[in-house]
Nanobody
């Protein structure tokens, strides 16, 4: 089992930056694919970004490419989402997820472990 705790959400203005963190605990001796997803009321949860188990590859949804960066600190068991040039449409609850298997946006099954989420609100 892996426990994930997100932090760093808050209220910002359009154009501002924010960095989300996700701390993993539990069975973290093996590498995990780590991802960020987001959800707004009335909409399905959507993929935002993922970093592979070895940290060498990252994937993003088109709407955040060039603005968001996912990274990981293996020693700290933490994954980050740096969000720049935020827009009002980025407002959502952001969830961190982990999977012991290889995972990418083309894979339709959900990731195995999920955090509780952190709210990001971008005012225009």
């Amino acid at each position: 089992q892996v426990q994930l705790v997100e932090s760093g959400g808050g209220l910002v203005q359009a154009g501002d930056s924010l960095r989300l963190s996700c701390a993993a605990s539990g069975r973290t001796s093996s590498p995990y694919s780590m991802g960020w997803f987001r959800q707004t009321p009335g909409k399905e949860r959507e993929f935002v970004a993922v970093i592979t188990r070895n940290g060498k590859s990252t994937y993003y949804t088109d709407s955040v490419k060039g603005r968001f960066t996912i990274s990981r600190d293996t020693a700290k068991n933490t994954v980050y989402l740096q969000m720049n040039s935020l827009k009002s449409e980025d407002t959502a609850v952001y969830y961190c997820a982990a999977d012991a298997r290889p995972w990418g946006p083309a894979i339709k099954r959900p990731m195995d472990y999920w955090g509780e989420g952190t709210l990001v609100t971008v005012s225009s």
